[in-house]
């Protein structure tokens, strides 16, 4: 088919480009400009209803606009005036704690004011001081003894370094291997330790303080050494005391029972442990004991890792801090209704779960956890099973446990 110009003369036919470029002329820019725009000359026009119909619709467009901006505007207001309530709370707070607790610490620290405030949080800036204050020094460690376990660990690692005879490096029974495994391993973990932090790994700002406190914890205690999970604690206590007050607290936090139980791996004792939390975890949460029951999750599959890390390598940072600042004030009891208070949290999830996905879910659990919603449910945990506290059922267990042994054929001869 041929084309004709005005002139009548004989023509070739548009191009594609030139059909897409005509009617570009004629697209609208947008919804709005589809709405209001006169439709293009070589169209009829708007009937009077159709033009009045896109009229409102164009204005409701723009009701929904500002109803959107007005909410917007509203939840950036709210967000500020909750930043400013918090950074107020918090502020009030580290008076308080410096101006009234601190320094009457004896005779306030076990008052119902100061437990309450305790269980909101303790500031960042007074934490570390609360913790060693609340973990005490029954050990009674000096700066001085810090650096001579320092100086000692030092001295080993050069050795180890430089190939030093093993009787050089043997003390306490321990053979040069089992030490230099030892020290390897702390290299190891450090840079395992809180990796998305950057602070602590190879040329970090807090590395050579981490490797320090641990290395002199090996030297204080030859007879528990350095044990995996052990970096995660130390690390938590870097980040809010200097070094040598962060290993006289570490030393202390390490010597309570459970923690001893665990770190020596004292299989009998974690056994008590482990049999403690379930008596509380039947009576808190019956329905997801006995899901667990049925499909054989025993505690030891997920209690292991929040114990042996305080949960510091579990939770989020922040939120792991805020359970220790609640531990540093029950003591062991907290580690277990944190637990419970875990299970309680996602037990919905977990009773639809089989072995395989709870394992799996509770060994990396999510990293999005509503700090109150949490603490809310660690908080509706009772620590009280027919009328025992916590500690009744460890001790009741533990006479069980050792009349057991005593009465075992296999142990007698």
């Given at each position: 088919?041929?084309y004709e110009?005005?002139?009548?003369?004989?023509?070739k036919?548009?191009?594609p480009?030139?059909?897409?470029?005509k009617n570009?002329?004629f697209?609208?820019?947008?919804?709005?400009?589809?709405?209001?725009?006169?439709?293009p000359?070589?169209?009829p026009?708007k009937?009077?209803?159709?033009?009045?119909k896109?009229?409102?619709?164009?204005?409701?467009?723009?009701?929904?606009?500002?109803?959107?901006?007005?909410?917007?505007?509203?939840?950036?207001?709210?967000?500020?005036?909750?930043?400013?309530?918090?950074?107020?709370?918090?502020?009030?707070a580290?008076?308080?704690?410096?101006?009234?607790i601190l320094p009457?610490?004896?005779?306030?620290?076990c008052?119902?004011?100061v437990?309450?405030?305790?269980?909101?949080?303790?500031p960042?800036?007074v934490?570390?001081?609360?913790?060693?204050?609340a973990?005490g020094?029954?050990?009674?460690?000096?700066?001085?003894?810090?650096d001579?376990?320092?100086?000692?660990?030092?001295?080993?690692?050069r050795?180890?370094s430089t190939g030093?005879?093993?009787?050089?490096?043997?003390?306490?029974?321990?053979?040069a291997?089992?030490?230099?495994a030892?020290?390897?391993?702390?290299?190891l973990?450090?840079?395992r330790?809180?990796p998305?932090?950057c602070?602590?790994?190879?040329?970090?700002?807090h590395?050579?303080?981490l490797?320090s406190?641990?290395?002199?914890?090996?030297?204080?205690r030859p007879?528990?050494?350095?044990?995996?999970g052990?970096?995660?604690?130390?690390a938590?206590?870097?980040?809010?005391?200097?070094t040598a007050?962060?290993?006289?607290?570490?030393?202390?936090?390490l010597?309570?029972?459970?923690?001893m139980?665990?770190?020596?791996?004292?299989?009998?004792?974690?056994?008590?442990?482990?049999?403690a939390?379930e008596?509380?975890?039947?009576?808190?949460?019956?329905k997801?004991?006995?899901?667990?029951k049925?499909?054989?999750?025993?505690p030891?599959?997920?209690?292991?890792?929040w114990?042996?890390?305080?949960?510091?390598?579990?939770?989020?940072?922040?939120?792991?801090?805020?359970?220790?600042?609640?531990?540093?004030?029950?003591?062991e009891?907290?580690?277990?209704?944190?637990?419970?208070?875990?299970?309680?949290?996602?037990?919905d999830?977990?009773?639809?779960m089989?072995?395989i996905?709870v394992a799996?879910f509770?060994?990396?659990?999510?990293?999005d956890?509503?700090?109150e919603e949490?603490?809310?449910?660690?908080?509706?945990?009772?620590?009280?099973?027919r009328?025992?506290?916590?500690a009744?059922?460890?001790?009741a267990?533990q006479?069980?446990?050792?009349?057991?042994e005593k009465g075992?054929?296999s142990l007698?001869?």
């Amino acid at each position: 088919m041929e084309y004709e110009d005005k002139a009548g003369r004989p023509s070739k036919p548009p191009s594609p480009k030139q059909n897409v470029r005509k009617n570009l002329d004629f697209e609208p820019l947008s919804t709005t400009a589809l709405i209001l725009e006169d439709r293009p000359a070589n169209l009829p026009a708007k009937p009077a209803e159709e033009a009045q119909k896109h009229r409102q619709q164009y204005e409701e467009m723009v009701v929904q606009a500002k109803k959107r901006e007005l909410k917007e505007a509203q939840r950036r207001k709210k967000q500020l005036e909750e930043r400013c309530r918090l950074e107020e709370s918090i502020g009030n707070a580290v008076l308080t704690w410096n101006n009234e607790i601190l320094p009457n610490w004896e005779t306030m620290w076990c008052s119902r004011k100061v437990r309450d405030l305790w269980w909101q949080g303790i500031p960042p800036s007074v934490r570390g001081k609360v913790w060693s204050l609340a973990i005490g020094n029954e050990l009674n460690i000096t700066h001085e003894l810090f650096d001579i376990c320092l100086a000692r660990a030092k001295e080993r690692w050069r050795s180890f370094s430089t190939g030093g005879s093993e009787a050089e490096t043997e003390d306490a029974g321990f053979s040069a291997a089992d030490r230099e495994a030892s020290l390897e391993l702390i290299k190891l973990d450090i840079s395992r330790t809180f990796p998305s932090l950057c602070i602590f790994q190879q040329g970090g700002p807090h590395h050579d303080m981490l490797h320090s406190a641990l290395g002199a914890y090996t030297c204080y205690r030859p007879d528990v050494g350095y044990v995996q999970g052990m970096s995660f604690i130390a690390a938590v206590l870097i980040l809010n005391l200097d070094t040598a007050d962060a290993f006289i607290a570490f030393s202390n936090l390490l010597n309570k029972p459970c923690q001893m139980a665990f770190f020596r791996v004292d299989h009998g004792l974690m056994l008590t442990y482990f049999a403690a939390f379930e008596v509380f975890f039947e009576e808190n949460l019956p329905k997801l004991f006995a899901h667990f029951k049925k499909n054989n999750l025993t505690p030891d599959i997920y209690l292991i890792d929040w114990i042996f890390t305080l949960y510091s390598k579990s939770l989020p940072l922040d939120l792991a801090c805020r359970v220790w600042d609640v531990f540093c004030r029950d003591g062991e009891e907290f580690l277990f209704r944190t637990a419970l208070g875990l299970l309680r949290l996602f037990q919905d999830v977990l009773t639809r779960m089989d072995f395989i996905h709870v394992a799996q879910f509770l060994t990396r659990l999510p990293e999005d956890l509503p700090a109150e919603e949490f603490f809310a449910s660690i908080a509706s945990i009772q620590m009280q099973s027919r009328n025992k506290k916590w500690a009744q059922v460890l001790t009741a267990l533990q006479k069980d446990s050792r009349e057991m042994e005593k009465g075992s054929p296999s142990l007698r001869h």
